[in-house]
């Protein structure tokens, strides 16, 4: 789990948008050019709220007469393809490989943190379309913020990931089933009651515990095959091995992101050899 990097402008946010707007037809264009002043401000409003990190108490659309009309913004159309790409190209290479949101599936969307349901002006807002996945997609949905009015899930543009052992794993074995398991779990681990507040909403809501269970196992397999495929080429010290590769994966996924947390307690278990052993 680590932070995305915003794209760099220029052009502005603003200009971005306008620059799809001018691509729609007449009738659909005519309605957001009549509307520019005020989505420019809105727009300017949304990155000051951004940057102070009040994005939860930015006001409710003022633009749902145009409603269709922003919303259609957002599609499969030059403009909008660019600003995926770019989104993309932010990126170090290979962050993208896993969703922001899980770090275990593909992020074949864009999730509009703000939902474009409630603030369609946003539909088009770089700093508001996140890479993810389908499913974190579908349950975050438009259900960004608790009856408290805060949010409920991490904004990978602007919050810091903590630098904190948040996640951890249990990583046991059955030597008769010569099977090796693992249970995540989260814990506060010093945070200020804020981060962790986001944490463990973000954790809960999404249903990352249970899922990084159900995928745990098909990496530990693949983890000691990748073992015992260095023992099989000469290399020596399975647990140093596995000691870089969970690094590698820190380097692109965060420290505290499952499979870095998971290889990395793999590499220090005393039963790694036997482990190997046992495919």
């Not at 089933?177 to 249970?183: F, I, L, P, R, S």
Request: proline share 5%; with cysteine.
């Amino acid at each position: 789990m680590k932070s995305l990097n915003a794209i760099v402008t220029p052009p502005d946010y603003i200009d971005i948008f306008e620059d799809i707007r001018d691509k729609k037809k007449k009738k659909t264009r005519a309605k957001l050019v009549a509307a520019q002043a005020s989505l420019r401000l809105r727009f300017i409003h949304y990155e000051v709220c951004f940057a102070a990190n009040t994005l939860h108490g930015l006001p409710s659309s003022p633009f749902a007469y145009i409603k269709d009309e922003l919303r259609s913004c957002y599609g499969r159309n030059v403009g909008m393809v660019a600003l995926q790409t770019a989104i993309k190209e932010a990126q170090p290479k290979g962050r993208l490989v896993w969703c922001p949101y899980c770090g275990a599936t593909t992020p074949g969307s864009h999730d509009h943190y703000l939902p474009a349901e409630k603030f369609p002006e946003f539909s088009t807002h770089a700093l508001n379309l996140v890479p993810s996945c389908t499913r974190c997609n579908s349950i975050k949905d438009d259900d960004w913020l608790d009856a408290a009015g805060a949010r409920q899930y991490l904004h990978f543009y602007r919050d810091a990931i903590p630098v904190a052992p948040f996640l951890t794993v249990n990583v046991s074995s059955n030597t008769a089933a010569q099977a090796v398991g693992a249970t995540f779990s989260i814990q506060r681990a010093g945070m200020p009651a804020s981060s962790w507040a986001l944490i463990e909403s973000h954790f809960r809501k999404l249903h990352l515990i249970e899922l990084y269970d159900s995928y745990s196992n098909d990496l530990i397999n693949l983890a000691l095959r990748s073992v015992r495929s260095h023992l099989n080429a000469g290399g020596a010290d399975a647990a140093g091995f596995l000691a870089g590769e969970a690094l590698e994966a820190a380097e692109l996924y965060g420290e505290y992101g499952w499979r870095a947390v998971l290889l990395g307690e793999m590499s220090t278990h005393p039963h790694l050899d036997q482990w190997v052993s046992w495919l």
